[in-house]
Structure formats: structure tokens, C-alpha cells
């Protein structure tokens, strides 16, 4: 049977990405009835701490708090996410499957390599998802036979959107989604991650201990929330001018 087209479908490098960037963007969605999903490109098997199938045990418990009505990990390998013609197909394939309206990528600037390479990746995938002949001109013996099956089966697919979380890189945003009354659960969804951010020896430099989690998510999510008048925020870059209709109805007051 085929499943209902997505609403929104947010793309993202590892698991635990997504619910520190959109994560309450994703349960606000939700909430107001629409179908949300997500894409981990990599298994997580590179992490400091845990397991590739611990990981995915605790990505499917943040997805059940998040409400998320799809997700699905692909087996790029960790640490190399490249931007490959395979790579792109196996995403558009996704996409077709998928069929959502928006797609959320990461920001295309970021610290690590993993990221900013799924952003553009993403964005090639999405526009390649929707060429008609995508499959029928590409040689099998570069690409996983099966993989240009399922392809070539699917119906072409573009979405409609295309938004970036900027959460991990240090650039104004060209909006802000409030999510003061989803903060608390995307919070619950982090720490569904028991394994990435409990105190332990092994990744103490680049994981905070566990009692520092709130503080951090929470300041970050004030800040940005802040700026756009609300208590919780999560940021967002759009590549195209925003359309108003009713200059009365523009949000955020100016003074």
C-alpha cells in the first residue's frame, strides 16, 4: 500500500540532528494535523558513544515524542557523507516514496563536513526526484541495480519547498518558528538519546554533560525566540523573497 504524501520531511546527516535543529517545528506540524517524517542519511556507527543499533532504538523513541508519522535511516557511511550520483539517487528515491511539500535540509555552512554536505546533497536530490527520465540514462554498473529499479517504478516528485535549519552555524535567520509550547517535549526527545548525552569518559570534550543539556538547548531556543518576540524559537533560512498578501497581518512588530 502506498502512504499518504508527507507534509514536511526533514533530511539531516545523523540521527539526533534533526531534534536538536526542528525538532519542535516538526511536533508543531504534527499537532495541526500534518504528516511529518524524517531522513537520517548515516547509521550513526562513527559516534563516540553507543552503537549504530542503539542509536536507532533511540532515534525511534524521539520519533514517537516528536509524532512523527515516518522515518528511515539510509546507510551512507558515517563520517562520509559525500555528494555522489549514488548517493543523490537513493535520496530522490525517497523523495518520490515520500512525496512531501517541504523538505527541510541543514544549513549548507556548518562545522562538520557531514552537514554541510547533506544540505547540498539534499537540494541536488530533490531537484533530480523530479526529472522524468532520472534511472533510464543512468549505468547500472555505477549505481545499485535495485536502488534504479525502485527508482524507475516511482513517479517523479519535486517538493514544492525548500527550507534550511541554521541551528548549528551562526547566521541570522530569515525566520523563526515558535515552538515555547513544544519546547518541552523536543527537550525529552533529545534526552531520548540516553547513550549520546549521558555523562560518560568517552566523548567528554565534544558532548555537554548531562546537566548542562536544558541550559543549552534552552538559551539557544530563547535566543532565537527572542528575536522574533516569542519565548522558544527554532531558526530557519529560506533562498527565496517571502510573499505577503495583507500587509495587516504581517507578524513581529517593529517598535
Known sequence: ????????????????????????????????????????????????????????????????????????????????????????????????EQRPRVVILPYWKARHPDHYTCATLGYEACFLAGLRRLGHTVATQDIDSFEIHRLRSLEPHRPFKIIYATLYFDVRPTFVVDITDEFEAKLESIYAYKEQFSDQPAGHDDFPAHAEIRERVASMAHFYGMLAGVKYGEPFFQKEIGLVEDLRLIPVKSI
Open 1 to 96: 500500500m502506498i502512504a499518504p504524501p508527507l507534509d514536511v520531511l526533514a533530511i539531516a546527516a545523523h540521527r539526533d540532528d534533526v531534534e536538536q535543529t526542528c525538532g519542535g517545528t516538526l511536533l508543531k506540524m504534527a499537532q495541526q494535523h500534518a504528516r511529518t517524517g524524517i531522513l537520517d542519511l548515516t547509521q550513526g556507527e562513527l559516534g563516540s558513544r553507543g552503537s549504530a543499533e542503539s542509536r536507532a532504538t533511540e532515534a525511534a523513541a524521539a520519533a514517537g515524542i516528536l509524532l512523527v508519522a515516518w522515518r528511515d535511516a539510509l546507510d551512507i557511511p558515517d563520517g562520509r557523507v559525500e555528494n555522489t550520483l549514488a548517493n543523490r539517487i537513493r535520496i530522490a528515491r525517497v523523495i518520490r
